[in-house]
């Protein structure tokens, strides 16, 4: 049974599409063969071809190898780097405690008084 190529929203087709373009620049930029780059990231040429397609059915880690062997693993560090949404969400959720804190239990394993002195206005004896 053959296999059926994932569906993408075209955006992110085109984003797959603009990476394989990428790399595919990278390796001309070098002057290195399909052939070496594949002998390189232990994969055929044919793989390394839909890499540069930008394939969806390749797997992360094939485009990983393969920009191990253009030396340029280190832009993986960059993917989801700037993640802007993710902290506006994270601060949206970052509401102060409606309850006070818990009591510190004492060696006995009572919960020990509460300390009130911040509370004293100044000037005024406790």
């Given at each position: 049974m053959p296999r059926s190529t994932p569906s993408?929203?075209?955006r992110l087709a085109r984003l797959?599409?603009?990476l394989g373009d990428n790399i595919r620049k990278a390796r001309l930029r070098r002057g290195q063969s399909l052939e070496t780059?594949?002998?390189?990231?232990a994969i055929t040429?044919?793989?390394?071809?839909?890499?540069?397609?930008g394939d969806p059915a390749v797997a992360l880690g094939i485009y990983a190898r393969v920009l191990?062997?253009?030396?340029?693993?280190?832009d993986i560090a960059m993917v989801a780097?700037?993640?802007v949404?993710?902290?506006?969400?994270?601060?949206?959720n970052?509401?102060?405690?409606?309850?006070?804190?818990?009591?510190?239990?004492?060696?006995?394993?009572?919960?020990?008084?509460?300390?009130?002195d911040h509370l004293a206005e100044p000037g005024k004896p406790q």
């Open positions: 993408l929203l075209p797959l599409s603009g780059i594949a002998e390189r990231a040429r044919k793989t390394l071809y839909r890499v540069e397609r191990q062997a253009l030396r340029l693993e280190n780097a700037d993640d949404l993710g902290r506006k969400l994270q601060d949206l970052l509401e102060p405690k409606s309850r006070a804190p818990r009591r510190q239990k004492s060696a006995t394993g009572k919960a020990a008084p509460l300390e009130l």
